[in-house]
C-alpha cells in the first residue's frame, strides 16, 4: 500500500493534504484498487474514473453531515477507502466483507443502499426539500453518470428540481459509456459538446466558472444569464440543461483534482441546485480498463496484464444458454429482434448482436420504455425478445401489465439473473418476478431447469401467441442432464415433466427452474435413507399443471421448491390452485422450499441459497416432514 | 344531433368535407359530446380540447392502415365518434357500452388499450421500426399531452427517437394545463414559450413551416438546419428537442383546422420522426369545463349550466376520509407532508394543499420520481405520505422497494383507488397491490374498513417506524357502522379485530378493508339459513395475525375475502403462513374470494364485484361449501 494512503483513516486525513499529495494519493488509491479487485472481484472502470472526484469531493464537504449520493452505487470504492473501509476490500463482495455498493449499515458516509440506476437526484430533492424544512445546512451532493441521467427516473427528478429552493449540486460523471456504448439522443448531445471543444477549452471554462462565481445569493434565472454570458462563448454546452431552468457549469476535466477543489468550494455555496459537468475515463490509470470498459465494468479476478483468472467451476452460464439458442433460433424467423437496456454483454447478447446488427436494440438505461417499445414492435408483427435482469425488470412492471399482458401481445421476457445473485447483494435479487408477473392476465411464466430446456423455453415462448416470461438464474446450468428424453421434450402450455416417478411415493417434489438440481439431489438423499419420493419439473409457475393439484389429491404430500420469495412465488401458485380448486376444499399436504421476506446480504449464490433453505437437505427434511404428517392421518 | 355530424358514419365521410364544413362538424361534435357527457359522466375537458386535431388527423391519414396512438387515452372521443361509435356514447363507460378509452376490440381504429400516462412515443417507436423492417409504408402519428410529455417512459423515449429511421410524427397537445396544474421545468420551459409570442406569431409560424417544407428526403440534422434558420426568427421554441436532435415545428394553433391539415399533410411525407407542437385548451367550447378543467377532467353527469348532478348512492367517499384525516392529523405533527403525482383532487388532498401549502408537493405524472423523493425527504427526518392510486402506484414498483422497502424508511402510501374501479374499466383497476407490496420486506400492508379506520390506519402509519401501504377503493365509506368499540381501536402491527364472534361457529370470514360490508352481509344471510360464522377485519395483508392461523389449527374453516386479483393477495398470503407455519403441516380448510386473474371490462363498480364473485352471496356460499367439507371430516 502506498505511503499517503496508509495515513488515511477517514476524510480529515484526505483534508489534510496539498493538491501536489491528493494527486499522488490518487495513485496510490487506483493502484490498490486494482490489485484488491484483481484478488476479489468487483466493479473496477467505473471505480477508477472516480478517484479525484472523490477526493476532492470529501476535501471540500464534510460528509458527515453534508449528504453524498453516489447515483447506482457502483462507482464508491475510493469512497468506502477513505471512510475508514479500506481493510474489508480482502473481502470485498464477499459475505463477511464489505459491500460493493453503498450501504448506510456499514458507515455513517452512506446514505441510501442502492444499486439501481436514476435515483440519486430524486433522492437528493427529498433530501433537500426536508434540510429546507428542517433549516438544516448540510449540504448536498449526487454524482450521476452520463448512462444514468437518461433514464426516466432521473429525467423525472430533473423535471421536478425546481422544487429545491436551496443548495444541491449534481455531478454530472461524463464518462462517455455507459456499460455499454451509450445510444440516445442525451448521448449524441453529450458527444456533440465533447467534439465542440479542446482540453485547453475546459482549463478557460474552469477559469471562467470561477471567475464570475460571485453569483451567490442570486435566483436560478440570473445566475443562469450570468453563466450564459461567461461561459457560452466558449462552449455551448448550456442547452438542455437551460431549457430546463438547471444552472449548468462545465465541461471540465474530472482529473484536475486543484480545479475541483475550486470549482466544489465555489458551487457550495450556490443558494439553488445546479450541475457541474465534468469529464472523467472509464478504467483510467489501468490500461487494460481503459481499453475495455465494458469488460472491466463489473469483473472477475485477474492478472496484473488483465488477463481474466478462471473460475474453477466455470462452465457454461444460463445466459451463454440463452444467447446461443436465440442466435441459432433467429436464423428460422425474420421476425424475431432483441432489445437490452444496457445490458447486451450481461443478459448473453453480445453474439447475437454482432450478428444481427439490424435486429439488436439497446435503449440504454431505460427498462419501462424497452417493454414499450417492445410492444409496438409486437404489433406490428415482429417477435421482440426483451432481455432484462429480473431486478431491473421491477422497473417495467405496469408497462408489461398495460402494454403487453392487457393486449396479450407476445413479447418474450428473457430474465436474467433470477433468483438469488451472489456479491451484488440486496439490491439485485430476483426474487419478485414470479410474484408481478403471475398476476398478470395472459401472462405466461416459464422457467427452464438446463441448458437443452433454455433453448426449449425460448422456442416455446417465440411460438406461444401470448406473453410469455423465461427466468433463470445468474448460474452454471447444471453439467449433469438429470433428465433424459423426458426433458427434451418441447415445451407446452401448462405442462410439467415428471423427471422421477416412483410407485411407492407417498412424496412428490415440485421444482420450478434450476432448482431441479437440488430437488434431485434431495430425492437421492432421501432414497439413501429408503424413503422414495417423485420429482417433478414444473416448468410453468402460470398456468400451473393441474396434475400438481392431482397428486395432492391422490394423497400425496407436495414440496414445492424455487429461487424466489416464498411470498407470491410458485409455490403460493401451488397454494392458490388448491385453495381454488373445488367447491368442497379438502385437506391438502403441502410445504415450500423458497427465500424468506428478508434482506439477503452479498455473499456467494451458494451461500445466499443455502441462508435461504434452497439446498437438497432443507427439501429432503420438508419432504420428511411432510411424510410423517401424512403417515399420522392415514 | 348535427347535421354534418349525422352523416359521419366513418373517417371516409369526414375526408369529403371543406375546411369550413370541418369547423362546423367540429361544433357539433363539441355538442354532441358534452350532451353525451353529461348524461353518462366520462372525460370532458380534454376530449372537447383535441375536436379539430381529430379531424384534421382523421382528414390526412388514413388511420384503417396508419396508426394513431392517443397517449393516455381520455382524449378519444371525438375519434370514437367519427370512426363508427357514436352510438355507444349513450351507454358511455357502462357495461353494455363502449369504452372511455381506446380499445382495439372496439375498433380497427384503436391500437393499444391504454389509460396511463407516457407510453405513446415508445409504442409508437417499436410500431415505426416494426413498419420500416418489413417495408410497410404505414404512417404513425402519437398525440401526447404537455403532462405526459414529461413522464419518465416519454422521456427514455424521446431519447430513443433516433432508432427510428422512418416517418413517426409525435403531435405534443399543449393546453397548459395537466389535470392538476402542471408543475416542473419543461412545464415552466413551454410556458416561456407562450410568453414568447403573440396570436400573428403563431400564423407566422405555420407559413414558416410550410415555406421551407421541401425537406423532404434530408436527414435528420439538415431539416433541425434548415427549422432553425426559417423559424428560429420568430419563435426561440426548438431549443429542447433540438438538443434531443428532434426536429420541432411550431407552437401552431390546435383550432385553425386549414392550418393543421396543410401541417399534416407536409409533415406525413419527412422520412424521419418529427414534432408539432400544437395548441388547444382544455374544456374549448363549453364555459363551466373551460373555466375549470380540473373539475371537467374527469366528471359525473352534470346540467347544462354544468352544475353536478347529485347521484343518489353520494356520500362520504374513502378519498375523503382520508383527506380529513390527514388534514387532523397533520395539525399535530410538523414533520407530515403530502406527496401527490398530479392527482390532488383524485387523492382526496385539495384542502391539505390549500391549507398546507408549503408542505405539499405535486411532482407532476411521475410516480417512480414522487417515491423517491419521499424516500429523501424521509430520510431527512420528514414523514412523507405519498397519495397515488393503486394502478399508477405499478409505475412505482421499482423505487418502493430499492428506495423505501430495503431501507426501512417510515414512508406512509395512501393507495386510493384499490380494488375495481368501475368505469374507467381495465387499465386502471387496482387488482395486483397487495401482491407487489408484500414481497418487499419491511413493507407493512394495511387496509381500513370504513372512515374511521382511514384514520386510524393512517395514525398507525405516521407512527409506525416503516413504511406502510393503506389500500382503498374507490367507493363511498359504509354507512352504516359494523363495528363499534372493537373497531375504533387503534391498529396495532399485525392485529386483526374480531367482528364477530359465535361459540358454535366452525367457520370465520376474514376479510381485508372495506370488503367487510360484504362479509358481514354473508354472516347476516347465513344466519338467516341458522349458520353462525366469526367475522374478523383483518386490516393487516403484512404482516398477518397468527390468530387467523389459530383459528385453523383449532378446526374451524376460514373465507378470506378481498377487492383485489386472488393472486398473490390477502388470503394467498393467509395460505403462505399456513403452509410454512410449522414443521409437519397439518390439514386445513380455506377457500377465497377475490378477484380472477382476466381482464375485467369497464362497467359499476358493483357490477365488477359481483362479476368477480366479491359479493355476500358468494361468501356464504364458499362458506357453505366449507362448512360441508368441514363436517365431512369431523
Known sequence: MGVLLEQIDGPEDVKRLSTSQLKALAGEIREFIVRSVSKTGGHLASNLGVVELTLALHYVFDFKHDKLLW????????????????????????????????????????????????????????????????????????????????????????????????????????????????QGAVAKYFSRIRLSHTYEDLRKTTGNILEHMPVIGKGVEEVIERIKKSIRMVLPASQMFESLNIPYFGPVD???????????????????????????????????????????????????????????????????????????LVENDERIVAISSAMCDGTGLSRFRSRFRDRFY?????????????AGLCKSGLRPVVAIYSTFLQRSFDQILQEVALQNLPVVFAIDRAGVVGSDGPTHHGLMDIGFLRMMPNMVVVAPADAVEVRLALEFGLSANRPVAIRYPKDFVPEKRYVRAACAKPFKLGEAVFIRRRKASRIAIASFGSV???????ARQLKDEGIEVDVINARFASPLDRRLISLLENGKGLV???????????????LEAVAGDSERPVERRIAMVGAPRRIIRHDSRASQLAKCGVTAGEIAGKAKGLLSSVELRV
Open 71 to 182: 447515483d447506482v452505487g457502483h462507482q464508491c470504492y475510493a469512497h468506502k477507502i477513505i471512510t475508514g473501509r479500506r481493510e474489508g476490500f480482502s473481502r470485498l463482495r464477499n459475505g463477511d466483507g464489505i459491500s460493493g455498493f453503498p450501504d448506510p449499515g456499514e458507515s455513517v458516509y452512506d446514505q441510501f443502499l442502492v444499486g439501481h440506476a436514476g435515483t440519486a437526484i430524486a433522492t437528493a430533492i427529498g433530501l433537500a426539500i426536508g434540510q429546507a424544512k428542517q433549516n438544516h445546512e448540510d449540504r448536498i451532493v449526487a454524482v450521476v453518470g452520463d448512462a444514468s441521467i437518461v433514464n426516466g427516473v432521473s429525467f423525472e427528478a430533473l423535471n421536478n428540481l425546481g422544487l429545491v429552493k436551496r443548495q444541491l449540486l449534481i455531478v454530472l460523471n461524463d464518462n462517455s459509456m455507459a456499460i455499454d456504448a451509450t
Open 254 to 328: 474530472g482529473y484536475d483534482v486543484g480545479s475541483l477543489i475550486q470549482l466544489f468550494k465555489a458551487l457550495a455555496e450556490l443558494e439553488h441546485p445546479a450541475i457541474l459537468h465534468i469529464y472523467t475515463k472509464k478504467g483510467k490509470g489501468f490500461v487494460p480498463a481503459e481499453e475495455d470498459g465494458r469488460r472491466f465494468h463489473s469483473t472477475g479476478p485477474f492478472k496484473s496484464n488483465g488477463d481474466a483468472i478462471k473460475h474453477r467451476n466455470s462452465g457454461k452460464r444460463f445466459t451463454d444458454a440463452f444467447g446461443e439458442s436465440l442466435v441459432e
Open 362 to 374: 439497446d435503449v440504454g438505461i431505460a427498462e419501462s420504455a424497452a417493454v414499450d417499445i417492445a
Open 516 to 522: 431441479l438440481r437440488e430437488a434431485m439431489e434431495a
Open 560 to 574: 414445492t421448491v424455487e429461487d424466489h420469495g416464498l411470498a407470491c412465488g410458485f409455490g403460493s401458485a401451488v
